[in-house]
């Protein structure tokens, strides 16, 4: 059984920063994209990053952009997404979520993601 399992969220004041992780577990991801979506209050999932399975590629949304770094280590099964800079616009709780198919282009579409995690609270305060 695939298991995703955020941690890292909470308060923190505006500017702060916050590193999620995202422990992946019933089966190895190393060759699938992986991502970071994120739900407002009364607002559709949205995308944040995604990162192709060997690393090397990165994909943002624009408000993430030089502010927001995803990666990964493979031998933990483990995605990550370093936060800097945080405002109130970022409020939201983050989820991850994992690609079943192997070696194709990242996406930033909900539905083209098939496993995900039950979500990490992110508040930030002005």
């Known amino acids: 059984q695939v298991q995703l399992v955020e941690s890292g969220g909470g308060l923190v004041q505006t500017g702060s920063s916050l590193r999620l992780s995202c422990a992946a577990s019933?089966?190895?991801?190393?060759?699938?994209?992986m991502a970071w979506f994120r739900q407002a209050p009364g607002k559709e999932r949205e995308f944040v990053a995604a990162?192709?399975?060997?690393?090397?590629?990165?994909y943002y949304a624009d408000s993430a952009k030089g502010r927001f770094t995803i990666s990964r280590d493979n031998a933990k099964n483990t995605v990550y997404l370093q936060m800097n800079s945080l405002n109130p616009d970022d409020t939201a709780v983050y989820y991850c979520?994992?690609?079943?198919?192997?070696?194709?282009?990242?996406?930033?579409?909900?539905?083209?993601?098939?496993?995900w995690g039950q979500g990490t609270q992110v508040t930030v305060s002005s």
């Open positions: 979520a994992a690609d079943r198919t192997m070696w194709r282009p990242a996406s930033v579409t909900v539905q083209e993601y098939d496993y």
């Open positions: 019933g089966r190895t991801f190393s060759r699938n994209n």
């Open positions: 990162i192709s399975g060997n690393g090397v590629s990165t």
